[in-house]
């Protein structure tokens, strides 16, 4: 005969609302009673049902995770990965499934909005995408809860790293080295990350009192070897070449390397990098990447958060967008300029 809430709630001498409560992830349940409860369930073997709670609650605790990676590295993009893998985890904490949403379900094509509804989702989380498309902005508009990561918009919460004080970081990091030849090759400008990133390079240029020459500012691709070392190449060939170029990403610091040493240049002698994420990989090849650290942890962490609290409490408004800060990882990659 199976086991039911009726026979935890025995096992603990609590009423059946008060485990039912626990079950269900209500707040109002102390720590001590959330503990007595699962462990109770555990020695006796009970599992929630599932389906049972879906009705009781009119949640399918389940939740939605918009992720569209134009260069097909997938789960294994170096920042996201660990943004998303946070994400799931504090989600799984609160009792909530992930489903990754996209255009197909077998050969039935619709669109995000549509399998959001299919999958019967509570809310959706939408990381790396373009935050301009049509159907971005149809699935934002709707009365799914969502929570953007990397971009804002008014009427939804958003989790975005500082990417204005990032870009015045690596910018006044090469000023100091004595650089005033600075370029920067930037993503698609398909959401606030770049315009941000943009807005701050040239924030700090003018602070310091550096000219921006034609051609100095280039728009590259996020982690796209070929289309960074086809940027860099044109910043080389120029008779003003930039003494310091300042990448989109860390991922495009490898590629950056092998064009550079085709040309017998050095980093940081001959020419400055530097990146930004602060993946591990750029702090394992020689010269060890000058960067920007994005904290990915924090950022998955807050984004499940605040998209459950959203779920959970739908009245409470979407408050402010969440800012995350970032610091400069001193690498190897850049030194003074070379005169």
Known sequence: MSVTIKDVARKCGLSISTVSKVFNGYPDISEATRRQVTEAAREIGYKPNALARALKTNRSYNIGVLFVDENISGLMHPFFAAVLNAFKAEAERHGYDITFINHNIGTMEMTYLEHCRYR?????????????????VELVNSDIPCVTIDHIFHNRPGIISDNLNGMRMLVDRAASLGHRRIAYVHG???SAVTENRIRGFYRAMQANGIAVPEGYVIQGRYDDAECIQECIGRLLE????????????DA????????????????PEDISVAGYDGIRAAQTVHPRLTTIWQNSAEMGREAAQRLIDHIEHPGAGVGEPVLIPTQIIEGESMGPANR
């Open 120 to 136: 019967n989702v509570d809310g959706t989380c939408l990381a790396c995408v373009d935050f301009y498309s049509a159907e971005v």
């Open 188 to 190: 698609q400008r398909n």
């Open 238 to 249: 120029r008779p003003d070449r930039p003494t310091c170029i300042l990448l989109p990403d």
């Open 252 to 267: 495009s610091y490898f590629a950056t390397l092998e064009l550079l040493r085709d040309r017998n240049l050095r980093v």
